[in-house]
């Protein structure tokens, strides 16, 4: 069965199903080829009739994933041109006033698609659904140096999109007012960003961020040497029309080299102590004009305050990284211990701390671990649970609301031994549990609780509905943290020893 909406650049035809609209593949900007190429994203343009809006929109261009996320939702199976596209599920057009949540998906900043995330079950409760695409890695992230006018065009793209959803999400029956972004990974740490951006403010009135803060914002300097070294590779001069000017599939290959000479040469000297901890060369950038300064002080000066929070974590975030490449069973206590331009960010001294004085902490923390254990909570803690504590913190003193979550369940599979990894928590947030789904299906065993799933899930329509999880608000004196698991409790502050271990460090 068809549907069709009117927009502000022309009319739609979707589908429906089981009583959900879907309209797919909608552009929010201009395809960002030709004249566009590494630049700003532009106004779309109109179109006569009804336009078809049945099937995914390509993912913008990318690297090829990793083989464990080969046939995940980092991707639709084919890149192209007009990839600044969204799909948009809601339960009826013609009503009015109905809470939107827009997704804003991971991929280290150098993979994304939307094609694996089903907005449908929000719709089926009431919620208008947005998933973006929006472009990464060099596309997204290029930095030149001083006067570089093209920044964050992933962080743009985004910002274009929730402009669109301001200007038309009221004919899908979305309220405009009423709009929360959430995001995991990446995403997450996107909306870390937008939250201290200038030209996000006002875009949204809600925000949720799943293992991801406002911490990971490299410095202009060392963005720029990623962005020269990038350009001698390609065999350009360091501008941005001469990179424009490459073909994609070269920008890609060049892309991966620069990633490739980090690894096998982790100098923080070189290339800067973020991006060799992270290895994400390309991730938004502080340029003093769309990220006017670090998020997180931002953040913590009282910009978003007026915007409710929900921010948490997984318990196992970084866990499954170490245990897919076998790395977990090959980290020994000399590697935890040594030099960082020697062995990179399997060194603890990669994320800033006393190596001798961590790995004690840590050891006595989980006695009988092994040092890939270790190094797996180490890593969990710098990329996601400690920015989220200091993101938790930093906005727990505005006049909107601040909530904290921690996801415990853990993976069957594997014996057990992935853990509630990074990730785990977003079939449970989107109510897709399905051995079949994208993503992390196969890795949910073969009776995930659906329990579990309807708790998660009703917390965020609920939060994105009226601003209230559904559990108590976050504050220094209590740290009042959901923890999410078959039985799901209140725990007040948590994390004591990990936020006095890593006190005072990036």
Known sequence: ??????????????????????????????????????????????????????????????????????????????????????????????????????????????????????????????????????????????????????????????????????????????DPANVTVFGESAGAMSIGTLLAMPRAEGLFRRAITQSGAAHHAIPAAAAARIGSYLAEKLG????????????????????????????????????????VASMMPFQPVIDGKIIPAAPIERIAAGASGQVDLVAGTNADDWRMFRVITGEIDQI???????????????ALAAYGLPAEKALAAYRTRYPGTSPGDLLAAVQTDWWTRIPAIRLADAHAGAPSGTYMYEFAWPSPVLNGRLGAFHGLEIPFVFDTLSKDAPLFGPLLGDNPPQELADTMHAAWKAFATNGDPGWPRYDLSRRATMRFNTTSQVVDDPRPWERALWEGIR
């Open 1 to 174: 069965m068809d549907a069709v909406v009117t927009t502000m650049h022309g009319k739609l035809r979707g589908s429906v199903a089981d009583g959900v609209y879907a309209f797919l593949g909608v552009p929010y900007a201009a395809p960002p080829f030709g004249a566009n190429r590494l630049r700003p994203p532009q106004p779309g343009g109109l179109w006569d009739g009804a336009r078809d809006a049945t099937r995914y929109g390509a993912a913008p261009p990318q690297v090829a994933p990793p083989a464990a996320a080969a046939d995940s939702a980092w991707g639709t199976g084919m890149t192209g041109e007009d990839c600044l596209t969204l799909n948009v599920w809601t339960p009826d057009p013609g009503a009015g006033g109905l809470p939107v949540m827009v997704w804003i998906q991971g991929g280290e900043f150098e993979f994304g698609g939307q094609a694996g995330y089903d907005g449908r079950h929000f719709a089926r409760d009431g919620v208008v659904c947005v998933v973006i695409n929006w472009r990464v890695g060099a596309d997204g992230f290029l930095y030149l140096g001083d006067g570089d006018d093209g920044a964050n065009l992933g962080l743009l793209d985004q910002v274009a999109s929730l402009e669109w959803v301001q200007e038309n999400i009221a004919a899908f029956g979305g």
């Open 236 to 275: 350009v001069p360091p501008t941005r029309e001469a990179v424009a000017a490459v073909p994609v599939d070269r920008l890609l290959t060049a892309q991966e080299q620069v990633k490739a000479e980090i690894l096998a040469h982790p100098d923080p000297g070189r290339w800067g102590a973020e991006v």
């Open 332 to 346: 020994t206590d000399q590697i935890l211990t040594g030099p960082v331009d020697v062995h990179g960010s399997q």
